[in-house]
């Protein structure tokens, strides 16, 4: 769990309403830069909100028909709605939400949410022109990719504790992809679709650690799955917190260190966590379905298409469907017993 003080959230912070030379400059040396205003949040947050009322409202009638939930709660906010239904059913519902499969135990029926606002997020023009000023114009959307919806963490029981549902442990993204990805320059964009603020949750990066090695990671707990960075082998530098509002982008660099707080607000706090790479470099998880969103030189390898994303993500699950993880590679090259996690 991220212990430390609170951190600075002003002086110092990578964050610019232009990505000009200046702002590209100031990326290379932080490993992470905040751009505001990029989206366009009636065009590309608004319809992912619309879509997820939807799911939730479908989740609650099924668990309200299944006997799980003493009312459907139509009348209630997002939020609150969310509450009350994990409240009284205890469903693991990020797994309903998130738009990719675990890393392990896939069937037939694992839950996905693959719906069309998500996709048209993930080809977002306006995120694509930020992504290309950074990595260039041929662009892989990289499979690792979430959404995570956090109800205020004293509602989560903490053996239920996990990077979606709570606060996330110092990581790199590298650290939590296959050694295939560690030449690819892969990109991790965070964004908000609720405001994100240092009391429900924004995350916190440490400045320049992407200029060091990857950091060793070891499990959380003997308990969990999640991967964490140990205190001492964090970077030096002091954390900087970045509370975000709807339309701003995070960038990080694929070694900078990063965690998020905790919710303590009385509201869900609501983010998506993409990834792009150059075409032609390896994801990091080969067994997932990684796309072309952008290609000056072959533009006929686009995909424009939600149903075929879709599929490629329902042809995955089919694929690995009862196929125990270690056969198709678990995305994880620590091991359980490192003396250097003692
Ligand atoms: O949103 C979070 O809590 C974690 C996000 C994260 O680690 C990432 O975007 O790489
Ligand atoms: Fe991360």
């Known amino acids: 769990m991220v212990t430390l003080e609170r951190p600075e959230t002003g002086i110092g912070v990578a964050r610019v309403q232009k990505l000009d030379a200046a702002a590209l400059e100031r990326w290379r040396e932080e490993g992470y830069l905040v751009v505001e205003g990029v989206l366009d949040v009636e065009r590309d947050i608004t319809p992912v909100v619309r879509e997820y009322e939807r799911l939730l409202d479908e989740l609650c009638r099924t668990w309200h028909a299944q006997g799980k939930l003493a009312s459907p709660y139509a009348d209630l906010p997002f939020g609150k709605r969310l ?57 892989v959307c990289n499979p690792i990719h979430h959404t995570r919806i956090k109800v205020p963490q004293r509602e989560v029981p903490e053996e239920r504790w996990n990077s979606h549902t709570a606060a996330t442990d110092w990581h790199q993204d590298q ?6 990805q560690d030449e690819s320059n892969v990109l991790t ?48 530098e002091q954390p900087v917190a970045l509370p975000m509002k709807p ?72 694929k690995l469907a009862g196929v125990p993880s270690d056969q198709w590679s678990p995305f994880n090259r620590w091991s359980k017993d490192s003396e250097l996690c003692a």
Request: hydrophobic residues 40%; neutral net charge.
């Open 83 to 139: 509450s009350r239904a994990l409240g009284e059913t205890g469903e693991k519902y990020e797994r309903y939400i998130d738009f990719a499969l675990p890393q392990s135990g896939i069937r037939e029926d694992t839950p996905i949410h693959l719906g069309p606002a998500v996709f048209h997020m993930l080809t977002s023009p306006r995120l694509l022109d930020a992504v290309e000023r950074l990595i260039g114009p041929e662009i």
């Open 175 to 180: 650290g939590v992809a296959l050694p295939e």
């Open 189 to 236: 964009v965070w964004l908000p679709v609720t405001e994100a603020t240092v009391e429900n949750g924004c995350l916190i990066v440490l400045p320049r650690s992407h200029t060091g090695e990857l950091a060793h990671h070891c499990l959380v707990s003997p308990a969990k799955k999640g991967l964490h960075i140990p205190d001492k082998y964090l970077a030096p």
């Open 247 to 318: 339309g701003d982008l995070l960038f990080m660099h694929r070694r900078t260190m990063h965690a998020s707080l905790a919710n303590e607000s009385g509201d869900i706090r609501w983010s998506m966590d993409l990834r792009y790479n150059p075409i032609g470099e390896p994801t990091g998880r080969p067994a997932f379905p990684a796309f072309v969103a952008r290609s000056k030189a072959h533009p006929e390898r686009v995909l424009r298409d939600p149903g075929k994303w879709a599929q490629l993500w329902l042809d995955t699950r089919k």
